[in-house]
């Protein structure tokens, strides 16, 4: 067995100091919870009736109550290509849980925004917040007490986070997280990037956008590119949350339905009525949490679970805050080029290897916790196998010993980066992420005049105008959850890229977020504190040079002390009116900051 790297080693151990307090409140929760709890045999004939009214064929499975009667909770839309799957899944989950002796009903549905949709539209104004209204869902259909177990059928950005952090409420229950799979591939994800800087530069018009964008998002399915929705994915992997090897099988496969029927049958097996109970929240430790982070380091994931993970700990009583994410990047090599941190993309990245070799590689390398207890197996290495079909039958093969492609996949001793390309800068300006994977070294620190901006619309006219041609750091400011939600800037990352590639020293510094798909332009994000509430950013003016380095873990404003500490806060504009922002005003008045996972509802608990 190899011995646990020593600074994941150190941090296991920080954060489980840390975190002494609140979890322990937390297992004592759930132990509540599963002894006095809501649940079938304490409910009134009354209310039992209501909740099988209309089971249908499986009333009488109900009423005996001899059986597990799985709960499941659906983000499913048909707007959403990656979600568009899970309409005929609660059908399919019926059928398989009947084929065990189990039953299972819809608890219930939450939302489940497409952040591709609304990128640089209103609506991304309400997109960080879904994550609370998702995870409020998720306790609204659980809260019934006529479950016994869960499955959670969510891929996308908030959608993940949102479902684990509701369902980790009720950790009493065993669940299991079944998603649906990507999209097969369409046009190259590096062309689809070019065609936008064509059009960010007025070379091509929207007819061609359009083409290339529609040759890219092309079917049902998780988007292609290495963004949030297929982090959640790889984050579920290594937490042992998935059953194993689930991920990136493509939709509408034989496959995919036999993986979805082992994860229901799998769910029976490990119930409070037997001797393998695994509930959600044993489930989720602190070595857990310290998996979801080196697996995001390891292949370059999203930067936008800077702010998911530690909201999701949170909830299961862990705290974990930036410096965490920064020790751990300082010691897991990047094994993945996975685009936009590669040319390949997550389907040619499972035929690669993909997530079995991952965890196998990790382990080996001693960069995994591989004594938590998972969904299925006796360890985390027993996640690190590749579902097969052997005529109708579900078999599993270890993970290959070699990748198949060392332009995409590689062992930790081989890397493609020595460090897991997300550090912590700081300084005069607060603590920001910045996410190096895909900046080349030669651009990871930058010191050039700012110019200020609140809004991203005025950063793209100020392009279209010409008056960005120069070395500049753009410092979007007011963007963050309490001024308006947090929404992602992804629209900015073209524009800044064509200024770039004309030679010229660029970065951006910003309260607000930047998409999962975020590349090579150096970034500072989830600056905190924010400028709502009297953060240094607003103290910024036009002319004044940044300093932003990953290097040397840096971001400061070069200004003079004096004069720095008595200039006054910029104001921020005033709340945005209609797609609904307004009906969300509370939680932005109550979000606390990035690093704690900007969270209205988890700051309201007390948790």
């Not at 996308?156 to 999209?183: E, N, S, Y």
């Not at 065609?195 to 061609?208: C, F, P, S, T």
């Not at 270890?398 to 980066?417: C, E, H, I, Y």
């Not at 910003?510 to 103290?539: C, F, Q």
């Amino acid at each position: 067995m190899t011995d646990l790297h020593p600074v994941i080693a150190a941090v296991t151990e920080r954060v489980v100091t840390r975190s002494r307090d609140t979890r322990r409140a937390y297992l004592d929760l759930i132990d509540r919870e599963r002894e006095a709890g809501v649940h079938r045999p304490m409910l009134a004939c009354g209310n039992l009736a209501h909740g099988f009214a209309a089971s249908g064929e499986d009333k009488k499975a109900i009423i005996a109550g001899r059986a597990m009667n799985i709960g499941i909770v659906t983000a499913y839309n048909d707007m959403l290509s990656a979600h568009q799957p899970y309409g005929r899944y609660p059908e399919q989950i019926k059928l398989f849980a009947r084929e065990v002796g189990a039953t299972a009903q819809v608890a219930g549905g939450t939302p489940a925004m497409c952040d591709g949709v609304t990128q640089g539209q209103r609506g991304m104004e309400l997109s960080l917040f879904s994550r609370d209204a998702i995870a409020l869902s998720t306790a609204v259909g659980l809260s019934h007490g006529m479950f016994e177990g869960a499955t959670l059928l969510g891929i996308c950005d908030k959608i993940v986070p949102g479902l684990m952090i509701g369902a980790l409420r009720f950790g009493h229950l065993p669940m299991i997280l079944i998603p649906a799979g990507p999209m097969p591939s369409g046009l190259a994800n590096k062309e689809k990037q070019r065609i936008r800087q064509l059009y960010a530069e007025g070379k091509v018009g929207r007819a061609e956008l359009l083409e290339s964008e529609s040759a890219s998002y092309h079917g049902a399915g998780t988007c292609t590119f290495y963004g949030t929705a297929n982090s959640n994915q790889m984050m579920m992997d290594v937490m042992g949350l998935h059953m194993p090897g689930a991920s990136f099988i493509n939709p509408g496969t034989k496959l995919r339905q036999a993986v979805t029927r082992a994860a229901v049958h799998r769910l029976t097996e490990i119930g409070w009525g037997g001797n393998d109970y695994r509930p959600l929240g044993r489930c989720v430790d602190e070595k857990a949490i310290v998996n979801a982070i080196v697996g995001l380091l390891a292949t370059g994931g999203s930067t936008n679970h800077a702010i998911h993970i530690p909201a999701m700990a949170r909830a299961a009583g862990i705290v974990v805050d930036w410096e965490d994410f920064d020790q751990l990047s300082g010691a897991v090599p990047l094994i993945a080029r996975v685009y936009p941190n590669g040319s390949g993309d997550v389907n040619h990245f499972h035929a690669a290897g993909g997530m079995s070799y991952v965890i196998a590689s990790l382990i080996d390398a001693g960069m995994l916790h591989d004594d938590i207890l998972t969904v299925s197996g006796a360890s985390l290495r027993d996640h690190a196998r590749d579902p097969k079909l052997s005529g109708d039958d579900l078999v599993y093969e270890d993970a290959v010993a070699d990748s198949l492609d060392d332009t995409m996949l590689r062992k930790p001793a081989n890397p493609f980066q020595p460090d897991g390309g997300m550090r912590l800068v700081k300084g005069n300006l607060g603590r920001a992420t910045f996410k190096t994977s895909a900046v080349t070294p030669e651009r990871r620190t930058i010191e050039a005049p700012a110019r200020v901006f609140s809004d991203q619309d005025d950063v793209i006219a100020a392009f279209k105008a010409g008056e960005l041609e120069k070395d500049v750091v753009v410092v979007v400011r007011f963007q963050g959850p309490r001024a308006n939600g947090m929404p992602e800037l992804h629209k900015l990352t073209p524009p800044l890229g064509v200024l770039q590639d004309r030679g010229f020293k660029v970065a951006l510094v910003t309260d607000g977020r930047m998409s999962g798909a975020s590349g090579k332009v150096p970034a500072a994000i989830h600056l905190s504190p924010e400028g709502v509430g009297g953060g240094p950013i607003g103290r910024i003016r036009d002319g004044d040079v940044i300093r932003l380095s990953a290097e040397d873990g840096v971001l400061e404003a070069l200004v003079d002390p004096a004069e720095w500490n008595s200039r006054e806060e910029a104001h921020p504009p005033a709340a945005g009116l209609g797609t609904g922002r307004e009906l969300f005003a509370f939680m932005r008045h109550g979000a606390d900051g990035a690093e704690q996972g900007a969270s209205a509802m988890l700051a309201a608990a007390g948790l």
